[in-house]
């Protein structure tokens, strides 16, 4: 079975879906397939489907929902020896869990590359590391879980794995940087920016990658942009580390042309 979640929710086994198209039973095989492996207890899927608000009948309910995912699973293979729906959707004590080979969920597989960029980045490999991370950035088709609707604890897993999207994007843009493709990422930053204008990484990035291609106008603007909704939003000045590398910029330190620069 293949899952994705880094974008809409699909689950096919041999090209048949085995999403349904109600919201809980959708919830609950979007939750488990994030936890693909591991026992998610009943508790925790009564959180997430109703919140404080848990009926009576939850326990009966949820054992409805999970009747429905395994009917699911059950029509995508129905002539598979030795293996039916319990034994993907597996009971376990206190809770569920979906048995499916490692790597057939697109959240496993986008970490996997994104910890092995990480590791080049610690090498000092950024050749490798750009690939890497491009590769993990790749797998996302949208905002992950976007047609699934969220409880307490997808929101907070969903979360997680789009501020560590945006951790590797920063690490990727980073190591392109340092390979020199300063111009190709003005327009991919100049959107970033735009897209979280409050996010200072981005900002350093954009200045950096601005003032390298020959465009410091570009680069002091950036960083006005940034302070201004800062101070209008927050009523807070750019951290001590943007306004050095504003003040790096406006004297033409040497500094900023090194291969490396500290941000």
């Known amino acids: 079975m293949e899952i994705k979640v880094l974008g809409p929710l699909g689950a096919e086994e041999r090209g048949i879906s085995v999403v349904p198209s109600a919201a809980k039973p959708r919830q609950i095989l979007a939750l488990l397939a994030l936890q693909a492996g591991r026992v998610v207890t009943v508790s925790t899927l009564m959180e997430e489907i109703w919140g404080e608000a848990v009926p009576r009948s939850a326990a009966t309910t949820l054992q409805t929902y999970i009747l429905q995912l395994r009917r699911k699973i059950t029509a995508a293979f129905p002539d598979r020896p030795g293996r039916g729906a319990k034994d993907v959707l597996v009971t376990r004590h206190g809770g569920y869990l979906l048995d499916i080979s490692p790597g057939q969920v697109d959240a496993e597989e986008y970490a996997r590359y994104a910890s092995a960029g ?11 590391a750009s690939e890497l991370l491009s590769t993990a950035l790749g797998m996302w088709r949208g905002p992950a879980l976007v047609d699934v609707r969220v409880g307490r604890v997808l929101e907070l897993e969903v979360l997680r794995i789009d501020q560590d999207r945006l951790a590797v994007l920063e690490r990727r843009i980073g190591a392109d940087l340092r390979l020199g493709r300063h111009s190709e990422l003005v327009p991919e930053l100049t ?23 020959g465009n410091a106008w570009r680069a002091l603007q950036a ?17 001590p580390r943007l306004r050095r590398l504003h003040q790096s910029v406006l004297t033409g330190d040497p500094a900023l042309d090194l291969e490396v620069a500290a941000l």
């Open 191 to 213: 959107v970033l920016t735009a897209r979280y204008p409050m996010h200072e990484n981005f900002c350093a990035l954009l200045m950096l990658a601005a003032y390298r291609s």
């Open 223 to 239: 960083f006005q942009q940034l302070r201004s909704t800062l101070v209008e939003e927050l009523g807070l000045e750019p951290s």
């Open 118 to 128: 990480r590791a080049a980045l610690d090498a000092h490999d950024d050749h490798a």
